[in-house]
C-alpha cells in the first residue's frame, strides 16, 4: 500500500528544481508547443546531448509545424537518421500534418486532445500541456514513475494496468495546487530532473534529495526495490540477409521498407530473413558476367528486444536497371538526405571503394 506522509511535496520539487535542476536547454526557453513537442519526442529514449544536435538542426529546417507538415517523409527521415527508434520520426511527420489539417496548425491545449495526435501518449501529453499552458495534469515517463513509486513505497506491480493507473491517480495528487502558471511547468520539470540526476535506477543520491524526508522506499531501505514491474519482454533473435548491390559508376541499390515493422517507412538494402529467399535473389544476378559478389564480415545489431544477426553480401559490376520493387539506385551524396537505419549508413560508409 501506498502512504502519502503529507503535504508540500510539490513545493519541495519546485524549489528544489530552481537552484538544482536543469534551466538552460533550449526547450526550456519557449512555451512554443511545437518546440516542446519536438524536444519531448526526441528526448524520449534519447540522451540530452545527442538530442540537442538534432534539435537545432530540425528546428532550422522547419521553424514551425506548418514547415514539417509540408516536408516529404523521406525528408523527415533523413533528418532523424541516427537518432534511432525511427517510428517518432514517421509519427512526428504525421502529428504534424494532423495539427495542420484537424486543427488548423494550432496545437492544442489541453492533454486531453493532445494524447488524440499521433506518437504522443499520456505522458508526453501531460508534459506539453504542463510546459506550455500549465495545465494541472501529471506526467509518468521512466523517471518520473521511478522517483514517485519510491516517494509513495508503490509496491504494486505496474505490469497490471489497474495498477498503473492508481499510480496515475497517486501522480495526480501530488501535483501543485497554487501559482500554476509558474508551478505546474516547474514541478513537472523538476519530477524529471530528479529522476535522471538523483533519483537513479542504481544508487540513488537519497543524501542530496529534497524529497529524502518523505520518502517510503528510503526509509525502508530499499529504494532500487521499484518500481514494482514483473513482466518482461522475451529478447528475440532474428537473422538477416543484407544485399548491397553496387553499380558500376558504386550507386548503391536502396529500396523503402515496408510501412511497419522494424526500419518500416525507411530506404535500405534488400533485406530477407531468410536464406532461401536471399539465393533466389542473389543467384541470378551473382551469375551474371562482368558481376562480383562478396560476403562481408557478419554483425550485430541491438534493438530495444530483439537482437538482429547481419550477413551482408556484396554484390557489384553490370547490375539490371531495376533489381526489385520500390527503389532506386542512390550515391553516397544521396544518402544524408534519405532516411538510413543508421547500421545500414555505417555499412556501406564501410563499403564504399576508395577512390585515392
Ligand atoms: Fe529517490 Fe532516494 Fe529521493 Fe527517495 S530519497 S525519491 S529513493 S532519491
Known amino acids: 500500500m501506498t502512504k502519502l506522509r503529507g503535504e508540500g511535496i510539490a513545493e519541495l520539487v519546485i524549489a528544489w528544481q530552481e537552484s538544482h535542476g536543469r534551466n538552460h536547454l533550449p526547450w526550456q526557453q519557449t512555451r512554443d508547443p511545437y518546440k516542446v513537442w519536438l524536444s519531448e519526442i526526441m528526448l524520449q529514449q534519447t540522451q540530452v546531448a545527442t538530442v540537442l544536435e538534432y ?208 526500419w518500416a517507412g525507411m530506404y535500405c538494402v534488400p533485406v530477407f530473413a531468410d536464406m532461401g529467399s536471399a539465393q533466389t535473389f542473389i543467384a541470378p544476378l551473382c551469375a551474371a558476367p562482368g558481376v562480383s559478389c562478396s560476403d562481408l564480415q557478419p554483425f550485430l545489431h541491438v534493438l530495444t528486444h530483439r537482437d538482429l544477426h547481419l550477413h551482408p553480401i556484396l554484390i557489384s559490376g553490370e547490375l539490371p536497371s531495376e533489381p526489385g520493387e520500390d527503389g532506386a539506385w542512390l550515391g553516397a551524396d544521396d544518402w544524408p538526405s534519405v532516411g538510413l537505419p543508421a547500421p545500414i549508413r555505417k555499412l556501406l560508409d564501410s563499403t564504399q571503394p576508395q577512390l585515392w
Open 55 to 262: 534539435y537545432a538542426r530540425f528546428l532550422a529546417r522547419f521553424p514551425d509545424v506548418a514547415a514539417l507538415a509540408q516536408a516529404s517523409q523521406d525528408e523527415v527521415m533523413g533528418l532523424w537518421s541516427g537518432l534511432g527508434y525511427y517510428t517518432r520520426a514517421r509519427n512526428l511527420h504525421r502529428c504534424a500534418q494532423q495539427v495542420v489539417v484537424k486543427h488548423g496548425g494550432v496545437f492544442p491545449q489541453t492533454a486531453e486532445i493532445l494524447v488524440t495526435l499521433p506518437g504522443i501518449g499520456r505522458s508526453t501529453a501531460g508534459a506539453i500541456a504542463a510546459f506550455c499552458f500549465s495545465q494541472r495534469v501529471p506526467i509518468l515517463d521512466a523517471n518520473v514513475r521511478r522517483v514517485l513509486t519510491r516517494l509513495l513505497g508503490f509496491e504494486n506491480d505496474l505490469a497490471s494496468v489497474r495498477n498503473e493507473r492508481l499510480l496515475w491517480s497517486e501522480a495526480d495528487t501530488l501535483l501543485p495546487n497554487k501559482n500554476l502558471a509558474t508551478a505546474m511547468p516547474r514541478y513537472t520539470q523538476g519530477l524529471m530532473d530528479l529522476g535522471a540526476s538523483v533519483c537513479t535506477p542504481r544508487s540513488p543520491a537519497c543524501g542530496i534529495c529534497p524529497l529524502v524526508s518523505r520518502c517510503e522506499a528510503f526509509e525502508r531501505g530499499h529504494p532500487e526495490r521499484y518500481p514494482v514491474k514483473t513482466r518482461k519482454l522475451a529478447r528475440r533473435s532474428e537473422s538477416w540477409q543484407l544485399v548491397i548491390l553496387r553499380d558500376a559508376v558504386g550507386k548503391v541499390w536502396l529500396q523503402r521498407r515496408p510501412s511497419s515493422g522494424i
